[in-house]
């Protein structure tokens, strides 16, 4: 089967197809010939944020594609700083302009604490009130589900204590020498799907010795592995790329990864990001 075929199913019952594009660091301007090109090559996942700037150009390329727009699967992130029940309100209207869109089909709180703050201070009256903003677009049908990005344990229980529409996907930092088992158990154990951001680590896997010998193991490339590693640990794989080739390469990956080497990207450690560890997600705090 074609994985870009395949869904997991949400908590809600809503499906999400289990490979998608992320668009970070794909400027706006490009973003609509990205999408589309995605859409072409048969993706129906399109991740993006407002911190990434190119919401316009990504709902452009939805609704001029080659395919229905109830057949894409749009996804984009609350701004970070927004811990306000009227700003996350507002904010979420702004989404819905930019993107050009009578609904969003997943949206998430982009962190549990301003980026300039990241796991710092106490953010957890101001996420419950972003939370309770996001609920009440979901009710409201702007949303039809909702979820959170690179929230630990206590931010997803602080969310938990009062929210009427529990999260049905939490997106994280997960790719070989990152796997947060832990967390992925008890995301599973809440019924919260886990998206995997990053697969291929910013490319800092490219490097690493390991992942390059499976890789040849396996007749396949780098890229290929480490997004076939996230979807066997049962996530949403969203490797980003604006490359129309590497779109359509890093959909070829329908193999199977063995249990043994499972455990061996599994047990992975000290990922260097190189110059991206400037990125609060890539500093390992």
């Known amino acids: 089967m074609n994985t870009l075929n395949e869904t997991y199913t949400l908590s809600n019952g809503v499906s999400i197809p289990k490979l998608g594009l992320g668009t970070w660091f794909i400027e706006n301007e490009v973003a609509a010939d990205a999408v589309r090109a995605a859409v072409g090559f048969g993706y129906r996942n399109i991740d993006t944020a407002q911190a990434y700037g190119n919401e316009r150009g990504v709902g452009e390329g939805v609704k001029s594609s080659v395919v229905p727009r109830e057949e894409i699967f749009v996804s984009t992130k609350l701004a970070a700083e927004i811990k306000d029940y009227d700003q996350a309100l507002a904010a979420i209207d702004g989404s819905l302009r930019k993107l050009g869109l009578d609904y969003i089909d997943l949206m998430l709180i982009h962190s549990p604490q301003p980026w300039d703050d990241f796991r710092g201070g106490d953010y957890a009256d101001g996420n419950r009130q972003a939370w309770r903003a996001l609920e009440d677009a979901y009710q409201a049908g702007k949303l039809r589900s909702i ?12 969310i938990l204590s009062e929210a009427r ?10 790719h070989a020498g990152n796997t947060p088992s832990e967390l992925l158990s008890y995301c599973g154990d809440k019924g919260i799907l886990v998206e995997a951001y990053s697969p291929i680590a ?25 997004i076939r590693y996230t979807l066997q640990l ?10 129309p080739e590497h779109m359509r390469t890093n959909a070829e990956v329908n193999f199977e990864i063995s249990t043994p080497d499972m455990d061996l990207l599994r047990g992975l450690r000290d990922v260097d990001y190189g ?11």
Do not use: I, M, W
């Not at 979820?147 to 602080?158: A, I, M, Q, T």
């Not at 529409?165 to 997960?174: E, K, T």
């Not at 049962?234 to 604006?242: A, E, F, H, I, Q």
């Open 202 to 226: 910013h490319g800092a896997l490219f490097k690493n010795a390991s992942v390059q010998a499976l890789a040849k193991k396996y007749g396949v490339s780098v890229p290929q592995l480490c």
């Open 234 to 243: 049962g996530t949403v794989s969203l490797p980003k790329t604006g490359n």
């Open 275 to 285: 110059k991206h560890s400037s990125f609060p997600v890539y500093r390992g705090n």
């Open 147 to 158: 979820g959170v990005s690179n929230f630990l344990r206590p931010d997803l229980e602080n």
């Open 165 to 174: 529409v529990s999260p049905q996907v939490n997106q994280l930092l997960v």
